[in-house]
């Protein structure tokens, strides 16, 4: 697991306030890492996300770039915190990433293939936050969480297909998403990588940049990985696109909402995804 300029899991609680006040910004204080172990062992009791054990065993890079103006830098490190108490061996597990002079988005390392147009300033963000900072953070993350890597390699852009996600229906999807394979996986045997992509960055409102220019797909390519790129929509409760952090996919009709659960629209959306990925590997 990857997370970007992102803070602790579940931090938003199911509620916009906490989510705009402790989860981007500090107004309301820091969150309480011990409130979010609860609400996870609350979560494995009932059987709604993975067990402790399994949770243990995952392998997690974290970045934020210091001159993160959109989400607070300090809660990559909370976030960085609460996964040190649920690995195993954090030490071996986990890697934590903090770039100074970066802002809030995706660093690409901008080698002149990226047209101008898609690309963002690196301290300032904006735009498509595709952060023109010379940095492959697709290339780190990948290394960390599967070890030594082939090269990268160009992608084709018959490689990238756009695909129907009407069948996968949970609100708050776009109409299409996004699967790279690989020639080399088109019968099948590769491994995945799922990649969702930030608030602010849709296709509706970046076009095709994050699915084409994050820096994944020449990586995949040379490795044999198929990469998924799922797409959220903006709305009225969504204005900015967002993948559902804080239940707004949920919570017009749960008090709770589970969102951040293996019971959450998007999230069993997701997991359709992958499995209908894993029927039909050549379609």
């Known amino acids: 697991m990857a997370v970007l300029a992102a803070g602790p899991w579940s931090c938003a609680l199911g509620g916009l306030g906490k989510a705009l006040g402790q989860c981007m910004s500090l107004r309301r ?6 409130a979010l172990s609860a609400r996870l062992r609350d ?8 067990e402790a054990e399994a949770i243990g065993q995952l392998r997690v890079f974290v970045w934020h ?5 959109v989400v607070d830098p300090s809660l990559g490190m909370a976030l960085a915190e609460q996964m ?7 030490e071996e597990q986990l890697r934590v990433v903090e770039s100074p002079g970066i802002g809030h988005g995706w660093p690409i390392e901008a080698d002149g293939q990226t047209p101008p147009s898609q690309l963002a300033q690196c301290r300032s963000g904006g735009g498509t936050h595709m952060l023109a900072c010379g940095m492959d953070i697709a290339g780190q993350a990948l290394s960390w969480l599967h070890g030594a890597l082939e090269p990268p390699v160009e992608a084709s852009s018959a490689q990238l297909l756009r695909f129907d996600q009407a069948p996968f229906d949970a609100r708050g999807l776009g109409d299409a998403g996004y699967v790279l ?7 099948g045997g590769c491994s995945l990588t799922l990649a ?13 940049a994050f699915v084409r220019y994050s820096g994944l797909n020449e990586w995949a390519v040379a490795n044999r990985r198929v990469v998924l790129y799922p797409q959220a929509s903006s709305s009225l409760g969504n204005p900015q696109g967002c993948w559902d ?4 996919a949920e919570s017009t009709w749960q008090l709770d909402p ?3 659960t293996r019971q959450g629209t998007q999230v069993k959306a997701l997991m359709a995804m992958i499995e209908r990925l894993e029927e039909a590997p050549e379609e």
């Open 181 to 187: 394979i690989p020639d080399d996986c088109k019968a």
């Open 43 to 50: 979560y494995q009791a009932r059987d709604l996300v993975g």
């Open 65 to 69: 770039g210091e001159a993160d103006s």
């Open 84 to 90: 040190t108490g649920w690995l195993t061996a954090p």
């Open 245 to 248: 952090w804080w239940g707004f």
């Open 29 to 34: 204080g820091s969150p309480d890492l011990d």
């Open 258 to 260: 589970l969102h951040d």
């Open 196 to 208: 969702l992509h930030g608030c602010g960055m849709t296709e509706e409102q970046i076009d095709e």
